[in-house]
């Protein structure tokens, strides 16, 4: 898993939802704190699949949404 901070606060966000897509991972990463507004602050972090090591390890942690588009057919 990978870290991402906030440029605001400075402070490492946290990871609050995983949605796979046919093509990359996404993840949503936000400030859990006073300073900021995560509506502001939230980053979106997507991974093509091929480059993702860490799908394995997100799906089983609970912000994991079992809400998944259909896999694209392997060519
Ligand atoms: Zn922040």
């Known amino acids: 898993m990978m870290s991402v901070r906030c440029g605001n606060c400075d402070a490492y966000q ?12 996404v993840y949503t990463y936000e400030c859990e704190n006073e300073i900021c507004d995560p509506n ?5 972090v997507e991974v093509p ?5 860490s ?18 057919p392997r060519q």
Do not use: M
């Not at 946290?14 to 991972?25: A, H, Q, S, W, Y």
């Not at 699949?49 to 090591?53: G, H, Q, S, T």
């Not at 394995?56 to 896999?71: I, N």
């Open 14 to 25: 946290t990871i609050v939802g995983f949605r796979k897509l046919p093509e990359k991972n």
């Open 40 to 44: 502001v602050t939230r980053t979106i």
């Open 49 to 53: 699949r091929e480059f993702d090591n």
């Open 55 to 72: 799908t394995k390890r997100a799906e089983e942690l609970p912000y994991y949404s079992s809400e998944e588009e259909p896999e694209a």
